[in-house]
């Protein structure tokens, strides 16, 4: 068994890189958004044209990284979906309910302050954690049945 | 043509009365949660027992209410979903990325300070909109083909 | 909103009259399998001819009355699989996961000794009760909001 | 053309072993849930942390192994279902019914003693054997044309 | 629970009629193709202009009728197929296999005769058998769970 | 058999009016878009507010017209489009392979003097006629299989 | 782009074989039913033990190939099916009904004195050809733009 | 992450040529119709045999070309329609509505004089760009996060 993991959300952390280290032994594929914030955001403008209304600039980049999202999902076993501590984060919990609709294996990773904001959204997950270090060992446990010692 | 539109999010206003109101002679069919906070919180728990963890108590409530919230989605032409001034609102953005995905008519419904954070949600609506009143605009239009004088 | 709600499993003790009872206010339309024992083992052979062998008589048994029972969860919003104290009650499983993977919502009835056996039928529904008067409510909350007193 | 099998249900005899041994030569490849049942159990506390109640630790379990089991039904062309002589087994029927709600090709291995209690999951099968080899055998004829001598 | 059934195959003899009055008490609604053969055959160039070449001429026609029949199968429940003792009935044959990936449930209606050369259409099928009367037991035992006295 | 019809294309001739009268007394029901010109270039703006850029006017009631027309389409049976003699009429194309790749039976109409350039959408439909009252005929032959005498 | 071609249909002349020696240049995959006929006639006894019964004996290889004849329809793009001078050859216009709900591009082999009795299977169908040569040179020019000399 | 991208619509100029050597060092597949004008008007009586009426002789054409058309979208993860000066190009903007119907991406290629008359289309899209070289940079954005200099 191979599994198509896709890292969605908070983007100011290293947590996917510990991740992706952390599975390099395992027959994981990972994808995820663009997460460099600046080319992110001005993507669209970038390539189609400059914008005079904030709103239209936003669009423009949001429709654009949205080929890349859509894409990273629908191919995903599993959605993994960090909320860090700041920001709305509209899009992750957007990313997870689309994951849902799909019926893609959910995982969502968030702080313990976090719980009872997020419970409909963990109420779709098949597994909530804190730490990246147990998507690692959710990882190799699906993929190998190992437990953390 | 007939349509069924699920009113999803901010539930501490009154605009989906506003909504049903303005479109009270349309032929449009209203579903939404339950907008009983205290209920939607505690009703897995009021029916299934009591939980000493809060983490469970939530789950139990939040997958109580995924029963009406997946149906109404499933059911509905439109999406309308409402992001208010206050609170993290990630079920809101969860449901429509869950209508998203099953490919409804979403409109989003949020004031101008919301925009860039909610720029990925918008940019998979089909509409957005700062006022009750323009969804109803909306939805007379799509009906009759009526626009508002 | 209404609902349509299937009815699976336990066929020996009157938990259908009493959720079909119970939520006779409500806006509930239910289906189920055909529960008189002798007709349901027997149907097959009835209308399309004896078998010498009990293998081909239970398979047009069981041919004929997966017409009704694929119906009845195809149709359903709501999929309540009971299981009682007795028997092997595979139907009941296969049933289950029948509609889990058409992403029905699923609900689960059985008594606290089956809880461990159950746990995978379990993680895959939206409720887990013990008695048939907690369907009722579950129905209730889901269409109107209302808890129990 | 090349297969790719599941093989779900009892996991306390090799009748894996078995099958995966005497199709070595074909164009097969085999996927199966975690086996280890101590591990299957305790897999989502010891990675997600301990539950104080029974149920929520099974809940975690099972949840944990859905992402594995799920997967594997789903990428399968075939979905072999063993029943074995003891337990209830009711994770293997609600295996039988998501693989047929998917529109798998359904094998079920058991004994003759089971016949009756697993019509309605016979009936849904393209074919019903006792014995592993038989398993092979289907293997064998289904991507070479060539019968048991 | 209501029937939507489709009645495809032979038009030579009043099988049809046989079916819809044994019926007649039960919550069933038909739908066929159209049966006079000469319309059926005539329809395309009727409406759409004559052509010099039959293939053509009936190409018009069997697209025609397939607005009727393919909605026919994909509105209905239940999809009967009757193959009577002549011709080759190739159309009856196509819309079994139309309604098998469907995930209809298949009647199968035909002769002894033709057991051999319709085993695998039979094998796609719920139930197989030779009388139209029994059409009408199977689909009064679905509904009401009455067997033939 | 009921069906529902969309009319899709042309909005300059009355061709939709003749069809639903010519179809009166037959047992469908009709959905078109806004055929209202203006009401439909200017929905955007009249209810979200004016745009500088063309372009973004534009992009504003091209989204609002489509929750109406993919709902229409999504819903029909037979989609029917009209190709007139004047415009570019790319939205009627779009619409005609929106409608088959959902499977839906489609209808074109337009003169003889667009046929080559039309040949890939008539080819994906199952009927192609020049006049509305061809397509009155049609659906009364669908629905009832008379001819016209 | 590449080909997956399934070869359904007529199993007595060797059309099968000069198809693939005639493509071997080309970038396509072949599959094709178990065409030994003595052996697709009995795997399903020679496998799980003898019936009595001849309608069982046929159900038990029918569906036995079904896992072999539904995968190959399934993964394929072009599905070919050809019908022979001899015999019912119900199962051909089986696969092509099933084929053809599938949404698969349908190519029909066969001689003149059969196209009336075929036209609804030809209905459905992208192409419809007398020779196996001609489609080589479909495969050819659907992977190559190059047409016969 | 990989992309298939299909390259739809306008065939006389060399924008295919050019978006394919801008993309050399990108992990993309691309896929286009036949773009050999001739053969594809004339591929279908050039392997079927000639027909008197040119309405025939392009419906076995475009038949034949759908074989590849169909397989290029179904497979695509983006879809890109290019609209040129000239001629009608209804296949364009019926590819552009049949990848929309399917979920696909659409990036959408035209002048500005188009923008109006492709509105609805453009409406369907996540990007519309004027030149081949902005194709190449969305695709290098998707790919790699890099925005040209």
């Known amino acids: ?76 076993d599993v959605v993994v979906v960090r909320f860090g501590d700041q920001y709305k984060q509209w899009n992750a919990a957007f990313d997870a309910g689309y994951a849902a609709a799909l019926g893609k294996s959910l995982v969502v990773l968030h702080g313990p302050d976090h719980a009872h904001a997020l419970k409909e959204v963990d109420a779709a997950a098949l597994a909530v954690v804190q730490e990246p270090a147990q998507v690692v060992q959710i990882l190799r446990y699906v993929l190998t049945g190992k437990l953390p010692q």
């Open 1 to 76: 068994m191979t599994l198509t993991v896709y890292l969605s959300g908070e983007i100011h952390t290293d947590w996917r890189d510990q991740i992706i280290a952390g599975a390099a032994d395992l027959d994981v594929s990972f994808d995820s958004p663009v997460t460099d914030h600046a080319a992110s955001d001005d993507c669209g403008v970038a390539i189609m044209g400059a914008e005079a209304d904030k709103f239209w600039h936003d669009r423009k980049g949001a429709q654009l990284n949205a080929i890349r999202t859509r894409k990273g999902i629908e191919m995903a």
